[in-house]
């Protein structure tokens, strides 16, 4: 795509000051129709045209087509396909186009993998890293294990769903394809849930996660556990029973466990603390943990950096003792408790608990680790990065959803010696625009 320099054209005069020394809002971009050809899609799945002040950011167009768009500034919504994609392709959902996810439902999935590859090559190539990438990974199958819903009170009653696209307003939602089967059929079970918690004013947040014994379901927004009156508590095991969830929990306090939540991890079987963060596909969590564990094969000591509930951890303890380092207590604890269930059957993981966001761990501290596993949140970990390269680590499996801070993170490895060895994504996210990744690093 062309880049415009846009410090060669001249400033715009400053808006007048207001009365009293304030500067006046700027004003409003004016609006226009303008036929518009779309050239690609961002990488934040918006499709882009070139205008003539630069880029103009498309939702729901397709590389290729020419569509008809009100534009302002250099933002467009489309009014008409005037020619469109063959890759284009009728939505999956009923709520697609006011929903704020799945904004690739559009586009055929071949295409969206081919894309989500390519956004890999080039984050990696602007950070000078020229290097193959293999085929991307479907990981989509059986659909997302777990959400984040939304719920609030309205003059028409309870309104249960997602975030709306581009606001913060809530968009009610009665199907959600992209979920496994069995969450998405317990949409109006969680609904009248919320109706028993969500507040007069403001909202709840209910992550849940489908586990093997059944729905986990946590709240979030509405109070403790100890404000609850016998009432509701009757209510609520009520519909607990009619429903057969397996447990709920408010502000990460259990009210009531009728079945206690399972997820299998390698040969451990790990009860996660309310709300904790798990792959959002088993298919992925398997696809990412083999290309992890391949990358450090072969270690007699491994340290997993932000492992969590030991996705990785209690894989690696098959074959390695392990480190692993991560900042919630809850998962830590929950990491141990599901080691010390196989009965001996895993090598020593020893768990320390550190922010390694603020407070990495060291190099002088890695000194025993002759491979390291991490897995940082988007933001992507530079400064872990930087203690790794010090390390004497000799094999590296950097894991990430973002392949622009995966690509800065690998640049510092690769400067202080490492080869980059083997570059994966895998994609766990249909009809979105993210992409997880696995870099193997040896040196």
Do not use: N
């Not at 659909?143 to 009653?157: L, N, V």
């Not at 009610?172 to 979920?179: D, I, K, N, T, W």
């Not at 564990?293 to 690696?316: H, K, N, S, Y």
């Not at 895993?346 to 680790?369: F, N, V």
């Amino acid at each position: 795509m062309k880049r415009f320099d846009r410090t060669a054209r001249g400033r715009k005069p400053a808006a007048p000051a207001a009365q009293g020394g304030e500067r006046a809002p700027a004003p409003r971009p004016v609006a226009r129709v303008e036929t518009l050809a779309v050239t690609e899609v961002g990488a934040r799945g918006d499709a882009v045209a070139e205008g003539a002040e630069g880029p103009i950011y498309i939702p729901y167009g397709l590389p290729g087509e020419r569509v008809s768009a009100r534009v302002a500034g250099d933002r467009a919504d489309i009014l008409e396909v005037l020619s469109a994609s063959s890759d284009r392709q009728a939505p999956a959902c009923a709520h697609f186009g006011a929903c704020g996810g799945c904004q690739l439902q559009h586009w055929r999935d071949a295409s969206v993998l081919a894309w989500k590859r390519e956004q890999v090559i080039k984050a990696f190539a602007r950070r000078g890293l020229e290097t193959p990438v293999d085929p991307i990974i479907d990981a989509t199958a059986g659909g997302r294990r777990r959400a984040a819903f939304h719920a609030a009170r309205s003059s028409k009653g309870i309104r249960f769903g997602f975030m709306a696209r581009g606001s913060a307003r809530l968009l009610a939602v009665s199907e959600c394809p992209a979920l496994a089967p069995a969450l998405e059929a317990a949409l109006p079970a969680l609904r009248e849930i919320a109706a028993l918690f969500a507040p007069a004013r403001g909202e709840i947040t209910m992550p849940t996660l489908l586990s093997e014994s059944g729905l986990d379901v946590s709240i979030k927004g509405a109070g403790q556990a100890s404000d609850m009156d016998v009432a509701l508590f009757e209510r609520v095991v009520a519909l607990l029973d009619k429903f057969d969830i397996a447990r709920l929990s408010l502000t990460d306090e259990t009210i009531l466990s009728r079945r206690t939540p399972v997820v299998s991890i390698g040969r451990a079987r790990v009860t996660p603390p309310p709300a904790a963060f798990l792959q959002a596909t088993k298919a992925g969590e398997e696809a990412l943990t083999s290309l992890a564990l391949a990358a450090v094969a072969g270690a007699r000591r491994t340290a997993d950096l932000f492992c969590g509930l030991g996705t990785f951890a209690l894989r690696l303890a098959e074959t390695s003792e392990v480190l692993a380092v991560e900042g919630d207590v809850a998962m830590l604890a929950a990491l141990s408790a599901a080691a010390d269930g196989t009965g001996g059957a895993l090598k020593t993981i020893t768990t320390q608990r550190r922010d390694l966001l603020r407070t990495p761990i060291s190099a002088l501290e890695l000194k025993h680790c002759d491979a390291i596993v991490f897995d940082p949140p988007r933001s992507g970990a530079r400064q872990q990065a930087e203690q790794i390269a010090r390390s004497k680590a000799e094999r590296v499996a950097a894991v990430a959803c973002d392949p622009a801070t995966l690509a800065r993170d690998v640049r510092v490895l690769v400067d202080a010696g490492f080869r980059l060895v083997r570059v994966t994504p895998i994609d766990q996210f249909r009809w979105s625009p993210h992409v997880e990744i696995v870099a193997a690093l040896e040196r």
